[in-house]
């Protein structure tokens, strides 16, 4: 059981990296948007996305937590794996408190009603995933390190 969940819990983290990484990657050229356009791709090319991401993430969480139940008799790992759960934890605060706000903000916006401050908007929706980026990328790091760690079954 415990190397099948090791396996699982790697392919799910794995995908957990996509979407944030997908958005780190765009971010140079949708700073060069202007308002409009940046707008249109907002509200038509990400929808969806959290139907997919959203629960791909928790589930990186839930089988990390249950990876750090697994490996509580070996040290070295089970605080690796604690380390990892913390990233994925605050990757899903980061969402919560940079991502949320702006997808609900914009999602009722307009070209012709977007606000003056709406670069603010897209600021803090750019730094909100390149946070969960880093933490997603931490999180598969510390489960590595923990995998090295295991003791042979």
């Known amino acids: 059981m415990f190397r099948g969940m090791r396996v699982a819990n790697f392919i799910v983290t794995a995908f957990a990296i996509t979407a944030p990484m997908a958005h780190v990657l765009e971010l140079p050229n949708k700073f060069a948007l202007d308002g409009p356009l940046w707008l249109a791709v907002q509200q038509q090319l990400y929808r969806g996305w959290g139907l997919v991401f959203g629960p791909v993430e928790i589930l990186a969480l839930l089988t990390t937590l249950l990876l750090v139940y697994l490996r509580r008799s070996n040290p070295p790992a089970f605080r690796a794996t604690v ?17 949320a706000p702006v997808n609900a903000a914009f999602n009722g916006w307009t070209v012709a009603d977007m ?39």
Request: charged letters at 15%; proline letters at 5%; a positive charge.
């Open 83 to 99: 380390l990892a759960a913390v990233a994925y934890a605050a990757m899903l605060a980061v969402f919560f408190i940079f991502n």
């Open 115 to 153: 606000p003056a401050d709406w670069p603010d908007y897209r600021w803090r929706w750019e730094v909100g995933h390149a946070l969960a980026a880093a933490l997603s990328i931490i999180g598969w790091l510390a489960l590595v390190r923990a995998a090295f760690k295991d003791k042979p079954a």
